[in-house]
């Protein structure tokens, strides 16, 4: 098993910046990679960014694409995820989630284990 653990949600002011953390624990060697979903309400959870556990390959929805990084920090053993020029349709709650094997980035049904979750309110 694995378990993640998000942080660093809050309330920002439209065109500010977050980061998120997300810590996975336990089996970890099972990772293949970590991805951030998000759900606003009302709506199906959608995709954000991935990142290959081992480091380097990276994926972005449209939606953030050029204004979000996903990155992983070895020594620490975490996953962020760099949010900048935020806008109200940004707002939603926040997912980190692994995968064990190598499946569809961008399908959250393909993810094997999920954190939490974090709120994140950009106001305008």
């Known amino acids: 098993q694995v378990q993640l653990v998000e942080s660093g949600g809050g309330l920002v002011q439209a065109g500010g910046s977050l980061r998120l953390s997300c810590a996975p624990s336990?089996?970890?060697?099972?990772?293949?990679?970590m991805g951030w979903f998000r759900q606003a309400p009302g709506k199906e959870r959608e995709f954000v960014a991935a990142i290959l556990w081992s480091g380097g390959s990276t994926s972005y929805a449209d939606s953030v694409q050029g204004r979000s990084t996903i990155s992983r920090d070895n020594a620490r053993n975490t996953v962020y995820l760099q949010m900048n020029s935020l806008k109200r349709e940004d707002t939603a709650v926040y997912y980190c989630?692994?995968?064990?094997?190598?499946?569809?980035?961008?399908?959250?049904?393909?993810?094997?284990?999920w954190g939490q979750g974090t709120q994140v309110t950009v106001s305008s």
């Open positions: 336990g089996r970890t060697f099972s990772i293949y990679r």
């Open positions: 989630a692994a995968q064990r094997f190598g499946k569809v980035i961008r399908d959250s049904r393909q993810y094997d284990y």
